[in-house]
């Protein structure tokens, strides 16, 4: 079973001119439009979707909110509850307020 082993993993000279030689100038601007595709700038009718999704944020944000002052209201937030509730509150505004961002970005830069 060593044998095998030996003889499979035994290094073949001249391989790595086969993969250079394989290498060539198309296959780097394919690889550029593959980037241009997946990286480049949307147009602007793609602002609308930020958007949207900046109006999702704000009502999430309205809805933690209320559901957080209820809770202090009614006496449910104790202990453990109040650090969670806080992280919950930071996170829905920081998500509004990077939408709100972007989508300005988006409009400005187009």
């Not at 993993?9 to 060539?24: A, D, R, V, W, Y």
């Not at 006496?75 to 709100?100: D, P, Q, W």
Request: proline share 2%; net charge positive; glycine share 6%.
């Amino acid at each position: 079973m060593t044998e095998y082993f030996k003889r499979v993993s035994k290094p073949i000279i001249g391989e790595h001119k086969l993969i250079i030689s394989n290498f060539n100038i198309n296959s780097i601007y394919k690889m550029a439009s593959l980037y241009d595709t997946l990286f480049s700038p949307l147009g602007e009718e793609y602002c609308n979707i930020v958007l949207v999704l900046t109006m999702f944020a704000f009502l999430g944000l309205v809805s933690v909110v209320l559901s957080t002052i209820l809770k202090i209201v009614t006496g449910e937030l104790k202990g453990f509850k109040i650090l969670i509730a806080s992280f919950a509150l930071l996170y829905s505004f920081l998500t509004y307020v990077l939408l709100r961002l972007s989508y300005s970005v988006c409009k400005g830069a187009l």
